[in-house]
């Protein structure tokens, strides 16, 4: 056994059964066996989260966000305590803590707040006693003692968090999947396992629609330089599982295309015959970033006669008080049409092979046009290419993506480099 503490985090469907639960116990152990200190983040139990919400719901026809945070984070409460349990009848020492009691503090943005500070004192003490502490996940308080909850997926972000504040060497990510693949093998049955991802890569992937980790989790674990590694909790001990690294080779050794996703949860918002004069576009967005509202691809087609049209995308979530806020805005703006849609989805490819590779773009537009998929916005980065897309065609374009980019060849998925030494 070594002197490395590592933090070990369960989702839901690894966790929607006692059953279920003793198989994960079973694999902390296994841990315990190899690091002097496991800490387990638990998420709440199957559906159990989406049941909570739905009785808030049918309780009130006016949510109160603040008591509807209370609710959603009993789920992780209770798998946490059960979780305890069964180590404790394995003979193992356990105790479960909230969000509260592992001192995880927050701001006040409820049902979506991010972690501001980790106290390790509570955790510190129940390791130093030679104890498994298991911490509910997605939840933690504000300076005033108010339950919060950090978002949908937000058990990741509590345990690369935890991890970052404790200086474990390692974060492991249990999930229904072997790993993170080149595109989802749902729709894409040529998808391919990958051993390694650098984090920027994975990072763009989850913001563009992946649903392996949560972004925020990426973003600890790459300010940090904790290692991550996503690996099933159903064939724990023969599935290697995927890497999240941060260093990579050289950019000729590297895939040009990484992964493939998409999202279908978009909106997208025109507003025609904009004013064409400095400050517009200011005023606009100003007053969409004032009431929380994330932005996501914008284009501004060139003006004619003194007039222009802005489109722009918003998650579909979002869609109702974006529309609401340019109900205010667009009058002020001297623009007559608001029109939205739904029915659009975002096509990603990623990969820092991109970088100093020409063509990519090129070769995604005409793997697009071949499979007569007409682009809508587009936007990059320096490792991303993303198309605004009819969502009706998504699916038959990424399945078209990932096989001229050739990602369900071996060589395309060839391991970036080794980290992990105790796997």
């Known amino acids: 056994m070594n002197n490395e503490t590592i933090v070990v985090k369960f989702g839901g469907t690894s966790l929607g059964s006692i059953k279920l639960m003793h198989r994960a116990a079973d694999i902390v152990l296994r841990h315990k066996q190899q690091f002097a200190n496991v800490v387990v983040v638990v998420s709440a139990m199957g559906d159990q989260t989406d049941f909570l919400l739905d009785l808030f719901y049918e309780a009130s026809s006016i949510p109160n966000l603040r008591e ?9 409460l209770v798998s946490a305590a059960l979780f305890a349990s069964i180590l404790q009848s394995k003979g193992a020492a356990s105790r479960s803590l909230s969000g509260a009691q592992a001192l995880i503090k927050t701001d006040d943005n409820h049902g979506n707040s991010r972690i501001t500070d980790i106290d390790v004192r509570n955790i510190d003490n129940l390791l130093e006693q030679g104890e498994i502490p298991v911490i509910a996940g997605y939840q933690g308080v504000t300076a005033q003692g108010e339950v919060t909850t950090l978002g949908r997926g937000g058990s990741d972000t509590t345990a690369a968090a935890i991890g970052a504040a404790l200086q474990a060497t390692q974060c492991f990510i249990y999930t229904d999947v072997k790993g993170i693949y080149t595109a989802d093998p749902r729709i894409c049955p040529e998808a391919r396992l990958l051993d390694s991802i650098h984090f920027k890569e994975i990072l763009e992937l989850a913001a563009l629609g992946t649903k392996v980790l949560h972004p ?4 600890f674990a790459g300010r940090h330089g904790l290692i991550m590694k996503v690996l099933s909790a159903f064939d724990e001990q023969h599935n290697p599982g995927t890497n999240i690294i941060f260093t990579s080779e050289n950019d000729m050794e590297q895939p040009q295309v990484t992964g493939i996703t998409y999202n279908i949860e978009e909106a997208k918002i025109t507003l025609r015959s904009v004013p064409d004069r400095p400050g517009v576009a200011a005023e606009l967005f100003s007053a969409i970033a004032e009431h929380g509202i994330d932005v996501d691809v914008i284009v501004q087609n060139i003006g004619a006669e003194g007039h222009t049209d802005i489109s722009f995308t918003v998650h579909r979530s979002q869609l109702e008080r974006a529309v609401a806020t340019l109900d205010v805005i667009a009058p002020k703006l001297d623009c007559p049409t608001v029109e939205t849609t739904t029915n659009v989805a975002k096509l990603s490819i ?9 063509g990519i773009a090129a070769q995604m537009f005409k793997s697009l046009a071949e499979a007569k998929v007409n682009i809508l916005m587009i936007s990059t980065s320096e490792i991303k290419i993303s198309a605004i897309i009819d969502d009706s065609f998504v699916l038959d374009a990424v399945r078209k993506l990932h096989s001229d980019f050739g990602l369900e060849a071996k060589e395309q998925i060839k391991a970036v480099s080794s980290v992990a030494s105790n796997n």
């Open 350 to 358: 990623v990969g820092v092979g991109m970088r100093g590779h020409a």
């Open 68 to 76: 509807l945070d209370v609710i959603a984070s009993t789920g992780e």
């Open 216 to 219: 925020r989790a990426v973003e």
